[in-house]
């Protein structure tokens, strides 16, 4: 796999994961979730998945 076709990749992942995060808040705010509240769960889903690989990558081996 190229380094092209992995930048690719990602920028795809990246916008599906911002076209679904309108789609679900567009849903979701107005009823069942008030925005500062959906702000909360998209900032600490955003940090759990920055930090998952920064704890791979900065682990000593042993």
């Known amino acids: 796999m190229t380094r092209s076709f992995k930048a690719h990749i990602a920028v795809l992942t990246a ?4 076209g679904a995060n ?5 849903e ?3 009823s069942y979730i ?3 509240g ?3 769960i998209r900032v600490c889903v955003a ?4 930090l998952w690989p920064l ?4 682990r000593e081996d042993s």
């Open 34 to 36: 008030k925005p500062f």
């Open 47 to 50: 940090a759990i998945l920055f």
């Open 22 to 26: 309108y789609s679900i808040a567009k």
């Open 55 to 58: 704890n791979y990558f900065s």
């Open 15 to 18: 916008n599906i994961i911002y």
């Open 28 to 30: 979701v705010m107005p």
């Open 38 to 40: 959906f702000i909360v």
